[in-house]
């Protein structure tokens, strides 16, 4: 590309992508802005205050829900995807396609609608409105994605590595640790950051299982757009962004030119 | 008609340049060799005749025209590259008939063409075949006559034959042979193995470094090699230096008569194939022969190469005799007329 | 079938080490799917078939799917929520190609564009859908902006982009999020088969638009289709943006599904229910509608 159009494509991109951010910034630190000035009459951090102190506790246990949840979620689903991504992408074996449709319907299928069908099953086994109850229904997707990570990962990795370690005396576990894991440590960094952010930005069936009790930070930011409050909603929207801004920055930094190809 | 003139091409990969000064005009119906060790720059030569690499300077003509402005799709010119590069979403005959139809040729046109071009290079059957459902060979051949059928003015090969097996190498080499002698169809044929080069072709360039150090026919760049680098690369490994006096080459190896011609009073490189030399075991009595004694041997099946040390030189010998033992003292004699003198600057 | 994430890979698949090794390694994989996805979707039907909850199993009926299909409302909301999916997939796809071209043919050096290209992959959709409410909303910033331009004179002049009735706010929010979904999985293809067989064409004679009809469409075809149909199926089943963004009449299938269900009136819980399962129902019927249609598309020659 020339470098005149890669500047115009650079640009373009900026712009459509930093316009949101943009807007949300402008409204997080707008005291006073009224219609139809292009910036805020008055700058401040009444909205920023109103979050970490007022509402501080409530955005705090909330960041906290979000946390537990969605990393407990993506370390269940990275832990169960590598053997299964293993057994798809190194093993032909009969039943494989049956499988494969079984991983795809959870991705096609909403998890509206799943959520729905568990939750008088999770009110009787009292998985209702716990912490438990929602990994579970975050699983149902978070796991299907991180298998397909794990899958492609594993198509691409050689296994003649672990049969020379092996051949040099290594031990099947040391094998496992020493040789497999640290080749395929980007791929599980993926899938696991993949699980988490898909986690971390579910709204409805969050809602739906964890009631009034597992408040996340969508929960919560949902609950602030109905007061109307457009600085607060704003200021919250931009701490929750922050985690998945860091996820994408240790991407860019750890996993090289490996792109971010399948996330969601 | 196809006759292609390359004139002081320059290319660069950014600020490294992998190409110099390289001349090189390839006569029409001619089958020329490029020939080069890994590396060298063969790849990066057809990519720029075939437009898709911009030199640096200088100029790339075919039939006379300068083709610099001309886009790869427009040049009379068709690469068939390292890999067959087949189209994975096609089959046999689409992947054939891919440039006829990018060139709007009627489908019953083309389909008799592609039909032709099968038989030519022994595809026929094959035609609705997968890519993947081929073999390595078969691959190749497709990708063969996926450029022929366009009949472009010159044809650049890149190392076609460099995945198959040695057998099957040798069948594709007679056929590419075959057809270049049906078609006259000008070729540029890219290799890194001499005997291959020897083989095929009319005429060899050889590409050393990114530049040109010889063009001529098999036998001038075996026998005449131009310089001691060329002689190396044809498996040339004994040099030496001597006084030219009196049209004698006078060294540590004997005195040869070289000619009068050849620049009297100067010190000169001169080199003899390991193959020309005879070697045999020391004998008693009188002997006009060179002694040395047997430093080591490789036993290399039908020939042997046994390394001689003759005072403060070492000899390289191949014989067909498996007799010799390290530390054997032995005689060897050097054929006058063998020995290449090289040209002084 | 190979998975839609992994098409392009090319998979180094061998014969089994024994199917007890296998069975082990994927058994926790498909007991969770099975069990939670599978078991949350069969009580979903199970709950829209009339099994009423805590009265134990009342009668067996197909009435809760007859009253949504039925319902008046329901033709439109199915509508509206079809274009929705649709008209976004489209755009998004339709930009990805391009966008899919211009990055491959960006240096792995111009590594800040390729940073923020995929910035949108980790916003959650709430939080654009509120960005884009506060860019589009009557009196939001784009409203500002026309107004200093002297184009309108007051947010009553600005054209409804959100809560209205043609989605306009949701689509772009959507097309903003799954652009970058598409264009990387087209990208992954792009650098995995791509410059190769594209100067092969060349030298075969086919000038740019030949080069791009007949080996770049193929070659990203299958990705495009499963990365599409993801995100198909995700537009049409969302709750978030159309919930923010849409009318209050007619809404979208999964909003209405969500009012249902969490209707005050415990009766309506099952249609609600029931709606969702209708919801699945037609996003698995385009995956495999679109299976059809290739298949049909590669028998008769058109595509690879
Ligand atoms: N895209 C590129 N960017 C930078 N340098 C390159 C590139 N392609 C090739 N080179 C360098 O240019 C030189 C010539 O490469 P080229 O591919 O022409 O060699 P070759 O003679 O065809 O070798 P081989 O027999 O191995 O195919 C090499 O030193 C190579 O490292
Ligand atoms: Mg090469």
Partial sequence: MKKSSRRFFGSIVGATVGLPFLSLVLWSFAERWFYPALWPQAWGLRAWRYITSTAGFQVMTAIGHSVVVAAVTAAIAVVIAVPAGRALGQYDFKGKDLVSVLLTLPIIVPPLCVAMGLHLWFIRLGLAETYAGVIGVHLTFCLPYAIFVLWGVFANYNPDFEDQARSLGASRAVVMARVMLPMILPGISVAALFAFLLSWSQYLSTLIIGGGRVTTLPVLLFALMGSGDRPVAAAVSLVFVAPAFIALLFSARHLGNRSLAGVR | MGELDLKNLRIDYGARMIIRDFNLAVRNGEMMSLLGPSGAGKTTILKAIAGLLAPAAGDILIDGQSVRDVPPEKRDAVMVFQKPLLFPFMNVAQNIGFGLRMQGQPGREARRHIGAILALTQLEGLEHRKVHELSGGQQQRVALARALVLKPSVLLLDEPLSNLDANLRQRMRELIQTIQSETRMTMLFVTHDQSEALMISHRVALLLEGRLRQVGAPRELFYQPADPEVARFFGGRNFFQGHVRDGKLHSDLGVFPVGPQNGNGHVRTATIRPEDIRIAPRATGQSRGLRGRVVKTRFEGSSTRVVVACGANEVMVLTPEDAFRPGQEVEITVPPEKIRLFPGD | ?304
Avoid at chain 3, 4 to 10: F, I, K, M, V
Avoid at chain 3, 60 to 74: C, G, I, K
Wanted: proline share 6%.
């Fill in chain 3, 1 to 304: 079938m190979t998975s839609p994430l992994t098409t392009g890979a090319d998979a180094r698949t061998r014969k089994g080490p024994g199917g007890v090794a296998l069975s082990l390694a994927l058994l926790p994989a498909l007991a969770v799917v099975l069990i939670l996805f599978g078991g949350g979707f069969a009580l979903g039907i199970v709950q829209a078939l009339g099994y009423l909850p805590g009265a134990g199993l009342g009668e067996w009926s197909l009435a809760h799917f007859a009253r949504v299909l039925s319902d008046p409302d329901f033709l439109h909301s199915f509508l509206l929520t079809l274009y929705i999916a649709g008209a976004s997939t489209v755009i998004a796809a339709g930009i990805s190609i391009p966008a899919a071209l211009g990055l491959a043919s960006l240096s792995k050096r111009s590594r800040v564009i390729h940073f923020i290209f995929q910035m949108p992959l980790t916003v959650p959709h709430l939080v654009i859908a509120i960005a884009v409410m506060f860019m589009l909303a009557p009196a939001g910033l784009l409203s500002r902006a026309a107004t200093g331009a002297g184009w309108i004179a007051s947010p009553a002049d600005f054209p409804l982009l959100i809560n209205d009735a043609w989605g306009i706010g949701i689509i772009l929010t959507y097309v903003w999020k799954e652009i970058p979904f598409i264009t990387l999985m087209l990208l992954a293809v792009l650098r995995h088969t791509g410059r190769d067989l594209l100067d092969v064409g060349r030298t075969l004679k086919a000038d740019a638009w030949q080069r791009f009809r007949y080996i770049t469409l193929p070659i990203i075809f299958p990705a495009l289709g499963a990365a599409s149909l993801i995100v198909f199926a995700y537009t049409f089943g969302a709750f978030e943006v159309p919930f923010l963004l849409g009318q209050t009449y007619p809404m979208t299938l999964p909003v209405w599904a969500y009012k249902h269900y969490s209707d005050i009136d415990l009766m309506a819980r099952p249609e609600g229910i029931a709606t969702g399962i209708v919801i699945a129902l037609v996003v698995m019927a385009a995956v495999i509608l679109a299976q059809v249609l290739t298949k049909a598309a590669r028998k008769r020659g058109l595509i690879a």
